[in-house]
């Protein structure tokens, strides 16, 4: 598979040659997350509304035989929600406003069917938690595999209002603004 922008026209990139018993693809699985060949993540998120899709035959099948209130929203959140927030700290920031609405109209069906409660977060509020508790983890753990990519602390003489991270705040692309490190250093 190979990586481009899309913007970037067939005739704008020299493909290797195809090699004889392989096949080339447009999008690839890695770690659960389908990624296309223009770093999209359209079929991760279709893959993912047809999962919570699927899993609310389950749900009616539980509340058919009596499970309902919070015993029900637990279920709901461990394999629902579960499966819709895995990894979303890396594609939430690639996802279009169309994607964002699909994931909020799932989460706004799971309330209107009593699967969740009426008070429960927006799907975009659940990804922007998930997304401060990984930062959290990634600044305070030095261990972390993610540490690494963190840019260099910034010191200062000056006595500035507080921020949830020292560090240097690097200069980003539209495309590096997406992606997790940057929307979190930009973002706090």
Not at 63 to 82: E, I, M, N, S
Not at 128 to 154: I, M
């Given at each position: 598979?190979?990586?481009?922008?899309?913007?970037?026209?067939p005739?704008?990139?020299t493909?290797?040659?195809?090699?004889?018993?392989?096949?080339r693809?447009?999008?690839?699985?890695?770690?659960?997350v389908?990624?296309?060949?223009?770093?999209?993540?359209?079929?991760?998120?279709?893959?993912?509304?047809?999962?919570?899709?699927?899993?609310?035959?389950?749900?009616?099948?539980?509340?058919?035989?009596?499970?309902?209130?919070?015993?029900?929203?637990?279920?709901?959140?461990?394999?629902?929600?579960?499966?819709?927030?895995?990894?979303?700290?890396?594609?939430?920031?690639?996802?279009?406003?169309?994607?964002?609405?699909?994931?909020?109209?799932?989460?706004?069906?799971?309330?209107?069917?009593?699967?969740l409660?009426?008070?429960?977060?927006?799907f975009?509020?659940?990804?922007?938690?998930?997304?401060?508790?990984?930062?959290?983890?990634?600044?305070?753990?030095?261990?972390?595999?993610?540490?690494?990519?963190?840019?260099?602390?910034?010191?200062?003489?000056?006595?500035?209002?507080?921020?949830?991270?020292?560090?240097?705040?690097?200069?980003?692309?539209?495309?590096?603004?997406?992606?997790?490190?940057?929307?979190?250093?930009?973002?706090?």
């Amino acid at each position: 598979m190979l990586i481009r922008r899309k913007r970037a026209g067939p005739g704008n990139l020299t493909t290797p040659c195809v090699t004889p018993g392989l096949t080339r693809v447009t999008s690839m699985v890695i770690l659960g997350v389908t990624i296309s060949n223009f770093l999209g993540f359209e079929d991760h998120i279709h893959r993912i509304c047809c999962q919570a899709r699927q899993s609310l035959y389950a749900l009616r099948t539980l509340v058919a035989h009596g499970l309902r209130g919070p015993l029900l929203f637990d279920v709901v959140r461990a394999t629902t929600l579960a499966r819709m927030l895995y990894a979303s700290p890396v594609w939430w920031g690639f996802a279009g406003q169309c994607e964002r609405n699909r994931l909020q109209t799932l989460i706004r069906r799971l309330i209107r069917y009593h699967y969740l409660p009426e008070d429960s977060p927006s799907f975009e509020q659940l990804c922007l938690k998930a997304d401060s508790r990984l930062f959290s983890a990634v600044l305070t753990d030095k261990g972390h595999v993610l540490h690494a990519l963190l840019p260099p602390v910034k010191t200062s003489v000056y006595s500035l209002r507080p921020r949830a991270h020292d560090r240097v705040i690097p200069p980003a692309d539209s495309l590096m603004r997406r992606t997790y490190i940057t929307r979190m250093i930009y973002r706090t």
